[in-house]
């Protein structure tokens, strides 16, 4: 069968050209599909197109807006099988993992889709006198969109749905390693009888498409999600142009384990977050900060339950970790094994690339835990964004408090205790954008804000109502009758 083509969407049209290919990192011998390799020219086509669809799209009425967005999220869900199937194939998680993503992305549109219905804006009493006031949402305008490898559906639809049922039009730009899932919403935006122009997509090398983007002048506000090198870059390009800019990047997350923690859980918990999606989740967890008392039981019942993790083929039934998204992902996770080594010596479990059989068409890794590190260590400060978990000894709550919170880092944290008042010194005083308790680090879902805090990201939150705030502005009109 030969290799499927997906070529970008431009202006309501499927646009060729040169290709690359997007290859299965857990068999790179397969190839699932060629993608057109964008230029910056069509970057500027895309925005041109997006500009000039604005004003058609911003002034259709909400609900006939989010009428569309039902049907891309019935397209979606008839394809949802083959969705979860092309995911695991592109990025490499688990089928089951991948399913439930693309459940998610489903559900994204319906909630926003019935945001068309409400789009809150603010009616409050005037001072004066048979005076009316009043704000309404306004879109924002042209928005780019640059999305990564991680959640190839998830993350692309929670930046569409809400830019688009608030009015606005989009450039879409997927991560290179995992494109065809975004791809896949924007085919369903296409066969759901979105207007040409309102949703565009331009795949390619982001280094090659970056500044294109930035500065094509249709574009006014940019959402990004991905490193904290980038995103830094992007922000700076942005600011000359005065654009809107939200950016969602690294993190370096904790998970407390306190001696009075339902034991079995936390052991659970911290391994679901540390190593499901091979640690590749920007909520996982990668510092577990365990209380003295219960440090040697815990680290124990966490390398037997490790070691019981089956990698693998995620497309396989009973394969619990899939491989590094890519070569560079692999040799950063063997790089840091190596940093561990010199750090704290040997890991107590993993710590190597798994070869052999089928691991030598991927980018297997084994689940790695190195205990004993301490806060200034490079394991315990840098983000490794794989399945390597460092273990900390913390003399009591305060102190796991204290060293969870020394870092630049504040995107999501967990607690595990059953002690209230404990939750709640927690809850008030952690520094991070998204807090659990007595569940994994990561794990969210869409009706509430998205976000952290700290060097991890910038400007308003994603998801949930508060999605509105980044693309729409308001207009406050006082009306004297
Ligand atoms: P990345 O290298 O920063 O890439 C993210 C996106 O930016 C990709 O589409 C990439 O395109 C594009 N890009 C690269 N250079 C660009 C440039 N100069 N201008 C504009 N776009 C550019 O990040 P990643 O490796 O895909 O993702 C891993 C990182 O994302 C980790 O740091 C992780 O913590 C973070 N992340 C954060 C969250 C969150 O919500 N906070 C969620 C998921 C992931 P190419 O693919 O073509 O390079």
């Given at each position: 069968m030969s290799t499927p083509q997906f070529n970008n969407y431009i202006n309501g049209e499927w646009v060729t050209g040169p290709t690359f290919e997007n290859r299965n990192p857990a068999n790179t011998d397969e190839v699932v599909g060629n993608f057109v390799k964008g230029s910056p020219s069509d970057v500027e086509a895309a925005a041109d197109a997006a500009g000039a669809a604005l004003p058609g799209w911003a002034n259709m009425a909400g609900p006939a807006r989010g009428n569309l967005l039902y049907k891309v999220a019935d397209i979606l869900d008839r394809k949802f099988d083959q969705l979860g199937e092309e995911m695991t194939r592109e990025e490499g998680k688990t089928l089951p993992e991948a399913k439930g993503e693309v459940r998610r992305a489903i559900n994204i549109f319906r909630y926003f889709g019935g945001e068309g219905s409400r789009m809150p804006g603010m009616i409050v009493p005037s001072e004066r006198d048979r005076v009316h006031m009043f704000a309404i949402r306004k879109p924002v305008g042209v928005c780019g969109l640059v999305t990564p490898w991680n959640f190839p559906v998830a993350i692309p639809a929670w930046k569409m749905a809400p830019a688009l049922i608030a009015g606005n039009t989009i450039v879409v730009k997927p991560a290179s390693a995992s494109p065809l899932s975004a791809w896949r919403i924007v085919e369903a935006c296409h066969e759901a009888g979105i207007p040409k122009g309102v949703v565009n997509f331009v795949a390619g090398s982001g280094g090659a498409l970056g500044s294109a983007l930035v500065n094509a002048?249709?574009?006014?506000a940019v959402s990004f999600t991905g490193s904290c090198e980038v995103g830094n870059w992007l922000h700076a390009e942005a600011s000359k142009r005065h654009l809107r800019i939200q950016l969602e990047m690294g993190g370096k997350n904790p998970t407390i384990v306190l001696a009075d923690a339902d034991f079995n859980s936390a052991v659970e918990n911290v391994c679901n977050a540390a190593f499901f999606s091979t640690g590749q989740k920007c909520t996982a967890t990668s510092r577990a900060i365990v209380e003295d008392a219960i440090y040697d039981k815990f680290v124990a019942a966490l390398v037997e339950r490790t070691r019981k993790l089956k990698v693998g083929?995620?497309?396989?039934?009973?394969?619990?970790i899939g491989p590094a998204i890519d070569q560079g992902q692999l040799d950063t996770n063997i790089r840091y094994a190596e940093i561990g080594r010199k750090e704290v010596g040997e890991p107590l479990c993993g710590g190597n690339r798994l070869t052999g059989g089928d691991f030598d068409k991927g980018y297997f890794f084994e689940p790695t835990i190195f205990a004993n590190v301490t806060e200034n260590m490079r394991l315990a400060q840098e983000e490794i964004f794989g399945p390597v978990l460092a273990i900390m000894r913390a003399k009591d709550f305060e102190d796991c408090m204290r060293i969870a919170n020394n870092i630049p880092f504040g995107l999501s944290a967990s607690i595990q205790t059953t002690n209230l008042s404990r939750v709640f010194e927690y809850v008030y005083r952690m520094e991070a954008g998204l807090l659990t308790v007595n569940l994994p680090s990561a794990g969210v879902e869409y009706q509430l804000p998205f976000g952290g805090n700290k060097d991890s990201s910038f400007g308003p939150k994603e998801q949930?109502?508060?999605?509105l705030d980044f693309y729409s502005d308001y207009k406050t009109v006082y009306l004297k009758y």
């Open positions: 002048k249709p574009i006014k083929n995620g497309m396989k039934p009973g394969i619990d949930g109502p508060a999605a």
